[in-house]
């Protein structure tokens, strides 16, 4: 089975924090990709990645940063939060063989709470 | 640009019973995929079951299957038999062929009533 981790599920943090949120998949997958949830804007990709050290602009990018120096992992980076990155962050991964089929997994998500 | 529009913000549904949660899409794309994930409230995004717009027999898997009508652009999730651990919220999906990401629609809330 497919494994996405998040280390945390719940985090408070203060306005002005550097804020890091980290996604580990167990499945050696190509792909990787950070979203946000937020009730009635259902989930927006912030960053994704194909690949080691490869990161691409989702839809949100602004107020965010990625890091992926290994296959494994990808880290959510919030520069310096701000309350209106209070939300749901979801972490998800996908092979990366074929960009119509295949499907994303996800981790079990991130509940931030910026004061 | 790709879309997808799920008109039903909340369902209820005895248990036991089928239901069915609407879900349309606009894509200019010959080929892409189809997708739905259900989020229960611990908040985990968990596949349920995937559509191909080039397959010819529409998906089944356990107790979900998908009503893929291709003319009328619709992908809806039909649910038999339902338990109380369908109660949850569920979402459709598209995947842009050009980036590889999701497009999720708003998604629908369903509620088993035992």
């Known amino acids: 089975d497919v494994k996405v981790t998040q280390s945390s599920r719940y985090l408070v943090k203060r306005t002005g924090e550097k804020v890091f949120l980290e996604c580990v998949q167990d499945m050696d997958h190509e792909n990787m990709f950070w979203y946000r949830q937020d009730p009635g804007l259902g989930l927006r990709l912030i960053y994704f990645s194909y690949d080691v050290k490869m990161k691409e602009k989702g839809d949100i990018p602004e107020g965010y940063s990625v890091s992926r120096e290994k296959k494994e992992r990808f880290s959510l980076i919030l520069e310096s939060a701000s309350t209106n990155q209070t939300s749901m962050y979801l972490c998800?991964?996908?092979?990366?063989?074929?960009?119509?089929?295949?499907?994303?997994?996800f981790g079990p998500g991130t509940r931030l709470l910026v004061l | 640009a790709q879309k997808i529009t799920q008109t039903q913000p909340g369902m209820f549904v005895q248990e036991k019973e089928a239901v069915t949660l609407d879900c349309t899409y606009d894509t200019s794309d010959q080929s892409y995929g189809l997708f739905w994930y259900k989020q229960p409230s611990s908040g985990e995004m968990i596949f349920l079951i995937y559509?191909?717009?080039?397959?010819?027999q529409n998906a089944t898997e356990g107790r979900y299957s998908l009503n893929f009508q291709k003319a009328r652009k619709s992908a809806n999730l039909v649910i038999s038999a339902s338990q109380l651990g369908d109660s949850a919220m569920y979402f459709c999906a598209m995947r842009d062929t050009n980036t590889g990401k999701l497009i999720f629609g708003q998604g629908t809330t369903l509620q088993v009533k035992p």
């Open positions: 998800a991964s996908s092979l990366g063989e074929d960009r119509v089929q295949e499907t994303q997994y």
């Open positions: 559509q191909g717009s080039y397959d010819e």
